[in-house]
């Protein structure tokens, strides 16, 4: 089993490619609409989206953009996406630098990080492993 994409919710393109393109440094794969009658169909909520779908060789994620009068983004309070990056404490003091809250707590020996994007979303931030055959 491969994981195909993850959706998520945001509140503006420009939050968007603050976040995923320039931060994470993902590329547009595509753009689309959702009208609201697929919406509807979908995900039982009458409203129009744009969607840019972001990713590289090994990530995707399929970004919704609420058209006025939709409804906004809805985090949960325990829906996270974890990533891998490379160099992560530097990779958190950009994070930071760019106005993103950085959550840090002890779970016995490691150190779980937690950072929320500009639309309440959160993601468990993880060093990417560098293992050698």
Same mark, same amino acid.
């Given at each position: 089993?491969? +994981?195909?994409?993850?959706?998520?919710?945001?509140?503006?393109?420009?939050?968007?490619?603050?976040?995923?393109?320039?931060l994470?440094? +993902?590329?547009?794969?595509?753009?689309?609409?959702?009208?609201a009658?697929?919406?509807?169909?979908? =995900?039982d909520?009458?409203?129009?989206?744009?969607?840019?779908?972001?990713?590289?060789?090994? =990530?995707?994620? #399929?970004?919704?953009?609420?058209?006025?009068?939709?409804?906004?983004?809805?985090?949960?309070?325990?829906?996270?996406?974890?990533?891998?990056?490379?160099?992560? #404490?530097?990779?958190?003091?950009?994070?930071?630098?760019?106005? +993103?809250?950085?959550?840090?707590?002890?779970?016995?020996?490691?150190?779980?990080?937690?950072?929320?994007?500009?639309?309440?979303?959160?993601?468990?931030?993880?060093?990417?492993?560098?293992?050698?055959?």
């Amino acid at each position: 089993m491969n +994981l195909n994409h993850v959706a998520l919710a945001v509140s503006s393109k420009e939050n968007a490619e603050h976040f995923f393109g320039r931060l994470l440094g +993902l590329e547009v794969i595509r753009t689309q609409k959702i009208p609201a009658d697929l919406s509807r169909r979908l =995900f039982d909520v009458d409203a129009e989206y744009s969607v840019i779908l972001y990713g590289n060789e090994d =990530f995707r994620v #399929e970004v919704f953009i609420p058209h006025k009068g939709a409804p906004g983004p809805q985090p949960g309070p325990v829906a996270h996406l974890c990533l891998e990056v490379t160099e992560r #404490e530097a990779w958190l003091d950009r994070a930071a630098a760019a106005g +993103l809250e950085v959550r840090r707590a002890q779970k016995g020996e490691s150190l779980v990080v937690f950072v929320k994007d500009f639309d309440g979303n959160l993601y468990e931030i993880k060093e990417k492993s560098t293992l050698s055959g």
